[in-house]
């Protein structure tokens, strides 16, 4: 998914909110805080400072962010993200 594809799923979703509701966002992310394209399977895994930048185009607010303990070293660290539109502000 492209960051303007990102973007418009998360203006839908939030489009689809009920009054104060939250989007979830719970993603693989690279440690290099590169983006690293796979061409075999079409994806594209983003580093933190990423996802902050497509949240930030895409004008929701990051409410909070946590990192998943106790997870294999040997794999991308994942993040959740929990967003809201800045409409709630």
């Known amino acids: 998914m492209t960051d303007d594809d990102l973007i ?4 839908r979703c939030c489009r689809a909110l009920r009054t ?7 993603e693989n992310c690279t440690s290099s805080n590169k983006p690293e394209n ?3 399977d079409s994806s ?3 580093g933190f400072p990423n996802f902050m930048e497509v949240f ?5 607010k ?3 962010y946590v990192k998943q303990k106790n997870f294999p070293k040997d ?3 994942v993040w959740m993200f929990a967003l809201q539109p800045k409409s709630y502000e």
Request: charged share 30%; no cysteine.
């Open 8 to 11: 418009e799923l998360i203006h």
């Open 62 to 64: 990051v409410v909070k």
């Open 56 to 60: 930030t185009k895409a004008d929701v």
């Open 75 to 77: 794999l991308y660290p």
């Open 44 to 46: 594209i895994t983003r």
């Open 38 to 40: 796979d061409s075999e």
């Open 20 to 26: 104060n509701g939250l989007i979830i966002i719970k």
